[in-house]
């Protein structure tokens, strides 16, 4: 952003789901944890410059009187065009930035629940707040939403309802911006990835006259979606002979007529191409903050004073050595240092993997006792027995035996009378942790298989 800034006029913009996860907190420790990371989050954006944001559902869930004192405390520039509280709007519904001699118009909506909020329509907010701009070049609205929701949010309800008035609708956790734009009943819909990776820029091109805008690289999206189109046009016959009950027979129809008219728009519209001379021109692309981009430096000062906030709040140190044995005679687990006497071999293979290492990987990277990555470096964390959150890691460290095979208090006690639970572990138990997100997708069955099995197939 220094350097777009440096290149140009740039207006920062936020579309919201961005100060805490989309999933439900685990613990009281893992919501006080995010509330310490919203705070870095915050005082980042404030940091850097940020133009306007919205604010979404997983945002809320760190408190309703948590958030807006955050807002508050770092003068972050909310809108939310459909949030009432105590009969009263919180935050203004837009505003008008001016960049390059451009007037921008700015709206933003919230998506709830809020607790001891209302969260009104934001389709009719919308609708209002753009009466309630004036004159401005260009209208861009905020939408914490993924993509889909964003549209049915936003675009027609009906088939023929009027478009809203908003040109580009940036939707907080959606599609990458190597998706694209596509257009949906006179908003151009545009996203920049989730997860905090991505950087996501919109470039406006403005043609003297023209109020109209024309999102770059959307032909392509029309030949595809013509295509997809025609394809589920030409199975339709096929459905409706073979459906037997009238009301679907008839749903059916209806929508073979709706795929119809939507095929002549598009061939339409690709016969006749618009001419981009006389149109506003919208494009995005983003980058990726992968490790080719240098952290800043105040950012990750920022960033080393949270990680050592949550380590002091825990009062522990957790590169102080636990042995793998699970104290608490009532666990199910007894920790892989209770397989040691009888399984020395496989443990001895075991050592040698990733998984005997996975915690000091976390302690590495100061992130051990983060609620919010210990569960998959540990042994039945969340489960039964195992534990509950990232200061009861004690000798449950690792991705140790009982990770993959089962809690096995019982069979170590007497292996005569008592199997492990999972005997011979299969791929499905690798991917609860080996997600394919979390990982990036680097999980490949066969070849991590065999990696960790304990012995050397036997040659023939
Ligand atoms: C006192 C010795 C002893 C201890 C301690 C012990 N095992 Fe075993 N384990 C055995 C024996 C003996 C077998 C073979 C049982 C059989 O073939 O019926 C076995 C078999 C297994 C198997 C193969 C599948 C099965 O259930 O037959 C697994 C997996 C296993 N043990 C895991 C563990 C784990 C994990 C621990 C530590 C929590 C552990 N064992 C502790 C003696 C032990
Ligand atoms: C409890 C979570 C968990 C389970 C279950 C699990 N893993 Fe892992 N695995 C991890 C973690 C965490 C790492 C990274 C360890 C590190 O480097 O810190 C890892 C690393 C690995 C690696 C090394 C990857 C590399 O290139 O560095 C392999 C191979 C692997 N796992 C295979 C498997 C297989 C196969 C299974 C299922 C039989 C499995 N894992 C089950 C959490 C898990
Ligand atoms: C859903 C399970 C899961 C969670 C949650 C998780 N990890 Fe991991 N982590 C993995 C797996 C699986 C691997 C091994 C990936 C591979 O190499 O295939 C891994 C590998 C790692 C590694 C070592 C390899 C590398 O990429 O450098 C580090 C460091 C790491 N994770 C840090 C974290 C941090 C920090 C968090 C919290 C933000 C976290 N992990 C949360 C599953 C998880
Ligand atoms: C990442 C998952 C994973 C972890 C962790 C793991 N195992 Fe296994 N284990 C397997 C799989 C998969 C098999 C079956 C394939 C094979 O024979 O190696 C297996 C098989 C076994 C067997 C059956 C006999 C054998 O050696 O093949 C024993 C005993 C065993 N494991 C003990 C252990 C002990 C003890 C530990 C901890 C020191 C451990 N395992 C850790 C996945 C795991």
């Not at 257009?183 to 996501?200: D, F, I, L, M, P």
């Not at 009301?247 to 728009?265: A, F, S």
């Not at 494009?283 to 000062?301: K, M, R, T």
């Not at 004690?394 to 005569?416: I, L, T, Y």
Request: aromatic share 4%; charged share 25%; hydrophobic share 35%.
């Amino acid at each position: 952003m220094e350097k777009a800034r440096e290149a140009g006029p740039l207006l920062s913009l936020e579309g919201g789901l961005s100060l805490a996860p989309t999933t439900p907190a685990t613990s009281e420790v893992d919501l006080e944890q995010r509330r310490v990371k919203a705070e870095l989050i915050a005082a980042s954006f404030a940091a850097d410059g940020i133009d306007a944001m919205a604010l979404g559902a997983s945002d809320w869930t760190l408190g309703t009187e948590a958030v807006r004192s955050l807002v508050e405390k770092h003068q972050l520039p909310v809108l939310a065009a459909n949030l009432t509280c105590d009969g009263q709007h919180p935050y203004p519904p837009s505003k008008v930035l001016e960049s390059a001699g451009h007037k921008v118009g700015v709206i933003g909506v919230t998506m709830g629940p809020v607790e001891g909020c209302d969260v009104g329509d934001a389709r009719q907010a919308v609708a209002e707040a753009v009466q309630g701009l004036g004159p401005v070049d260009v209208v861009v609205a905020l939408v914490p939403a993924d993509s889909e929701r964003a549209v049915r949010a936003f675009a027609a309800p009906t088939h023929d309802a009027a478009p809203l008035g908003v040109d580009v609708v940036i939707d907080g956790r959606g599609r990458p911006a190597s998706a694209g734009v596509d257009e949906h009943n006179g908003s151009w819909y545009a996203g920049a990835g989730n997860r905090g990776k991505w950087v996501g820029f919109l470039d406006l091109r403005f043609v003297p006259g023209s109020d109209t805008w024309f999102g770059k690289g959307a032909e392509q999206h029309s030949v595809a979606r013509l295509d997809s189109l025609r394809d589920r046009y030409d199975g339709m016959d096929d459905r409706i002979a073979r459906t037997a009950d009238p009301n679907i027979k008839r749903r059916l129809e209806e929508q073979k007529i709706k795929y119809e008219e939507e095929i002549r728009n598009l061939e339409r519209e690709l016969e006749h191409p618009p001419d981009l001379s006389t149109m506003n021109l919208i494009e995005v692309h983003s980058i990726e903050l992968g490790a080719d981009v240098p952290d800043q430096a105040a950012a990750a000062e920022r960033v080393k004073l949270a990680k050592q906030a949550v380590i002091q709040a825990s009062g522990q140190d957790p590169s102080r050595f636990v042995p793998r044995l699970v104290d608490d005679t009532s666990s199910p687990y007894a920790g892989g240092e209770a397989c040691v006497g009888c399984h020395r071999e496989e443990h001895a293979q075991w050592s040698t993997t990733a998984h005997a290492r996975a915690f000091q990987s976390l302690v590495t990277v100061q992130r051990a006792l983060d609620a919010q990555c210990y569960s998959c470096h540990v042994t039945g964390a969340g489960l039964g027995g195992g534990p509950q959150d990232p200061m009861s890691t004690a000798g449950f460290r690792d991705v140790q035996c009982e990770a993959c095979h089962g809690a096995a208090r019982g069979h170590a006690a007497d292996p005569a009378a008592v199997r492990t639970t999972k005997p011979s572990p299969n791929a499905a138990s690798c991917t609860k942790c080996h997600d394919g997100e979390q990982d990036q997708g680097r999980f490949e069955p066969d070849s991590y298989m065999s990696q960790i099995v304990h012995r050397a197939p036997a040659t023939p």
